[in-house]
Structures are given as structure tokens and as C-alpha cells.
């Protein structure tokens, strides 16, 4: 009988063990995706000073076009006239789907946009240091379905006028 009220109570444990580090694990992920809306909605708002805060200081964003890889400093000097216009881009996003490192200091997610450009998809990695998320890096590319790409390929082979 004894062996019987262990066996239930050790269940119990790890139920409620489980329902803990489910918890956890969706309060971190509404944290970051809060964390990616703001960055985006930063950048629809063009309000610069939170848009780049939101970066480590090692920051790469990896853009559309083939010569696009900034570092923070790069991307803020590309940036700012843009924000200074009032007027920089505006990524909505959807479908974002994210992993953890095991140790939880590291999230990478990937994520559908609808911009100017039609279909986009986003990539990133958060980091945690000193109990802060920030963002590391960004890839955004264009979505291209494979029966279209000989007539993109034909495209970008044409010299820019």
C-alpha cells in the first residue's frame, strides 16, 4: 500500500513538473515573439533608438539582395535616413515557429511576411545575456515558387539599367 501511495504522489510530481516547465516554455515564447512584433512595429513606425536597442551589439541582418550583409553599424547607417523620413518598412508577420538552445539562452525562429514584396520569410536568433533577449541576427529573403525560378534566374541574369 505504501509502495502504492509512492508510486501516485511521484506522479503527481511530475505531473505538475510538466505543467511548470510548459509554462515556462510559453511564457518565453510569447516574451520573444513580443520582443520580434515591437522590433518589426518599430521599424512600420520608423522610431529608430528601439529598433536598433532591441539588437546585441554584434548584430548581422542578411537582406534581400545579394550584397546585403550589415553589421549593426552598417544597417543603422543604411537605416537611418529612412526612419528619419518616417518611413521604413513594414513587416507583418505570421506562421513563426521557434526552437531553443538547451541551456534556453539561445531562440532561432523562423517566420512568414507579408511586405511591399509580397511573400517574405524571416529567420532569426535571439539571445539572453544578463537576463535580456536581443536580437543577433536576421535573414529576410524572398519566397519564390522552384516552377518560377528559370524566369527569376533569366531576371537577374539582366543587367541593372
Sequence with gaps: MALLVFRIAM?????????LL????SYSQSELDKIVDDW????????????????TEDFIFLGTAPGERWTKEQFALFSKPYFDKGKAWDFKASNRTWNYSSNRKTAWFDED??????????????????GEWKIAY???TVLIENE??????????????
Design 11 to 19: 506522479k503527481i510530481k511530475i505531473f505538475f513538473l510538466i505543467l
Design 22 to 25: 510548459n509554462k515556462s516554455v
Design 40 to 55: 518589426h512595429l518599430a521599424a512600420s513606425n520608423a522610431v529608430f533608438e528601439p529598433y536598433f536597442k532591441t539588437m
Design 113 to 130: 511576411l507579408d511586405t511591399w514584396m509580397r511573400g517574405c520569410r524571416g529567420s532569426g536568433v535571439l539571445v539572453k545575456k544578463k
Design 138 to 140: 536576421y535573414n529576410l
Design 148 to 161: 518560377k525560378m528559370k524566369s527569376f534566374i533569366d531576371l537577374r541574369d539582366r543587367p541593372i539599367d
